[in-house]
């Protein structure tokens, strides 16, 4: 296993080894948070969960090993608690959650070991996540299967699961259509070119700006110039 990186506190504590604990306190600022003593020597803090799970009590010995299990542990729940957190405020692919515990310093295998966790537990599923988030795009934001797609990739989602996904979701809408919609919402924007040509230029650019695909913006121009030349 692999512990946190222990401070110089904890370097200092790890050279003392093995200790007796003789005391337990409830921490001032957090009910559910253990501070574990040798005699006046703070040895370190841990949750309830980790006190049930290694059944520490006032007596026990506090050995190398069990030191660096409890660090370990200690973090592991460190970097579970942070995923709930991240995943409460809206869904996440497990690359997004990966590069975020990276940056707070957690260990890269201890953090692949949590993903598995949620994997296993169906907590994470990046084809639900992709679904979900290119719906919400192209429902909400209008956004084209090239612009959903390129995001998808920055979020880690693998190529297979953004071809699947986007291909469905260009199946399901009529791309030609939701062009036309979009162009006729910004009629009196594009009718403020008088150039029919470089007006048709304007509302290529601004759909291929939006993401989508050359072949369904060329048709959805070509329909709506005629529209708006009347």
């Known amino acids: 296993m692999i512990p946190r990186n222990p401070s110089s506190n904890s370097n200092s504590i790890e050279d003392q080894l093995p200790l007796t604990i003789t005391s337990i306190s409830v921490q001032k600022k957090r009910n559910d948070r253990f501070s574990l003593f040798h005699e006046d020597q703070f040895l370190i803090g841990v949750s309830s969960k980790t006190l049930i799970d290694f059944s520490i009590q006032k007596g026990t010995e506090l050995t190398h090993e069990l030191f660096n299990n409890i660090q370990y542990s200690e973090e592991y729940q460190a970097v579970k608690d942070s995923f709930y957190r991240y995943l409460g405020g809206r869904d996440h692919a497990a690359f997004e959650l990966k590069q975020k515990a990276l940056k707070k310093g957690f260990d890269d295998q201890l953090v ?11 907590l994470l599923n990046d084809e639900v996540f992709a679904r979900k988030f290119s719906w919400d795009k192209a429902e909400f934001k209008k956004w084209g299967p090239n612009k959903i797609q390129n995001a998808l990739y920055k979020k880690g989602i693998s190529k297979h699961v ?19 919609d979009l162009l006729r919402k910004r009629r009196n924007h594009f009718l ?36 708006f030349d009347v």
């Open 112 to 122: 692949n070991s949590v993903l598995e966790e949620f994997d296993r537990k169906g």
């Open 162 to 180: 953004v071809e699947k996904v986007v291909q469905n979701l260009s199946e399901d809408l009529e791309q030609t259509q939701i062009c036309v």
């Open 192 to 227: 403020r070119e008088a150039d029919p040509i470089k007006r048709k230029q304007k509302m290529y650019r601004y759909l291929t700006g939006k993401g989508y695909i050359g072949s369904d913006v060329s048709k959805a121009t070509d329909l709506i110039s005629k529209e």
